[in-house]
T-cell receptor
Framework: DGGITQSPKYLFRKEGQNVTLSCEQN?????MYWYRQDPGQGLRLIYY???????QKGDIAEGYSVSREKKESFPLTVTSAQKNPTAFYLC?????????????FGAGTRLSVL | DAKTTQPTSMDCAEGRAANLPCNHS???????VYWYRQIHSQGPQYIIH???NNETNEMASLIITEDRKSSTLILPHATLRDTAVYYCIVRVADSSYKLIFGSGTRLLVRP
């Protein structure tokens, strides 16, 4: 099946700990994105990458880091500098060309702080 | 990207059409209207998009007014599984960039 796989589905972080959320896609999409969603709110962009080995900060990048070493993978690290990490994290990918610039989303990772 | 305005919530009976409105009065000529939905605790799902002509696919129909200042998403025969938050997003198609999700419309389909 083609799609976007996020893991784990649930994640718990201790104070001062860095945690990494996985996002893998087999859609052969060039662009990948990380969003954060707080309860009852819309999505906010953390980081995005249009091509391998390149990525840009979104609106709320502080306390997060990413890498894009492979086309299929775009892991997100929530660092200890992110003081309020509890949220629902969503990864997406797209072919960023033309009117069919449609983003496809994974099932999400729900992060909580212990 | 232009701002959109949607009702906070709506409901409809199962089997009936659900008509979800969206206002985008500041839309530019090169901006498309996209609709996504998010079922509880899942990732958003693309539904449909259009520029100025009405569009239809297997999920829904999109009606855009002639002046493009508003649109309506139509689910022709709503089912309980269509209960979700529906987001109307306006953006330039070639932008490989973020989707600006507002608060959306929470649609409840009643049995």
């Amino acid at each position: 099946d083609g799609g976007i796989t996020q893991s784990p589905k649930y994640l718990f972080r201790k104070e001062g700990q860095n945690v990494t959320l996985s996002c893998e896609q087999n859609l052969n999409h060039d662009a990948m994105y990380w969003y954060r969603q707080d309860p009852g709110q819309g999505l906010r962009l953390i980081y995005y990458s249009q091509i391998v080995n390149d990525f840009q900060k979104g609106d709320i990048a502080e306390g997060y880091s990413v890498s894009r070493e492979k086309k299929e993978s775009f892991p997100l690290t929530v660092t200890s500098a992110q003081k309020n990490p509890t949220a629902f994290y969503l990864c997406a990918s797209s072919i960023p060309q033309g009117s069919k610039n449609i983003q496809y989303f994974g099932a999400g990772t729900r992060l909580s702080v212990l | 990207d232009a701002k959109t305005t949607q009702p906070t919530s709506m409901d409809c009976a199962e089997g009936r059409a659900a008509n979800l409105p969206c206002n985008h009065s500041t839309i530019s000529g090169n901006e498309y209207v996209y609709w996504y939905r998010q079922i509880h605790s899942q990732g958003p799902q693309y539904i449909i998009h259009g520029l100025k002509n009405n569009e239809t696919n297997e999920m829904a129909s999109l009606i855009i007014t002639e002046d493009r200042k508003s649109s309506t998403l139509i689910l022709p025969h709503a089912t309980l599984r269509d209960t979700a938050v529906y987001y109307c997003i306006v953006r330039v198609a070639d932008s490989s960039y973020k989707l600006i999700f507002g608060s959306g419309t929470r649609l409840l389909v009643r049995p």
